[in-house]
């Protein structure tokens, strides 16, 4: 095992101590922050490069699976509620993942003092998010989902299709029948 991923080892080890899980042979590059270590949970196998900051607040959870990998500088926030990402994920660099929304109708307040809304956000088995994607409170992706770099994604997706764009729509489902992605 590289030096580097040997440190990061040992300090999911010293984490599982405060975590509420974390699986065997999984490893942890340095965070920039982590807020509710005990509603966080973490799968086997799964590797998370540094500096990742991810939130489980008030009574949200964040559930990783096992053998996914989340990338340098991935923003994970869960609010009051499960904000799952599923097994065999692959999560590129500077990914923002999501459950809460401010809300910001009332005018004569600022955005910061009207509380939150919490909304679904589940991320399927299989899936690939790309470098810098923002995957917004209320989306849930099917198993294996492609999602490109930069896109801005929200709504519910299903199995085996490729999402681009801001917003987030979809260019390519996988066929069964002609085992080909076919433009949509």
Known sequence: MHPIKLIWAMRAVVYKLSFGKIGFRSYIGKPLYIEGR??????????????MRVEAIGKGRVIIGSNTVIEQRAHIISMDDDLVIGNDVTIGPNVFIT?????????????????????????????????GAAIQAGTVLGKHCIVGSNSVVKGVFP??????????????????????????
């Open 159 to 184: 199995d085996y299709c490729v999402i681009v764009g801001c917003p987030g729509r979809i260019i390519k489902k996988y066929n069964p029948q002609t085992k080909k992605w076919e433009k949509v």
């Open 38 to 51: 005990q509603r966080i949970a973490v799968g086997s196998r799964t590797r998370i490069f540094p500096g």
């Open 99 to 131: 459950n809460v929304n401010h809300k910001y109708e009332d005018v004569s307040k600022s955005v910061m003092d009207q509380g939150h809304v919490i909304r679904k956000t589940k991320i399927g088995d299989g899936c690939f998010i790309g470098y």
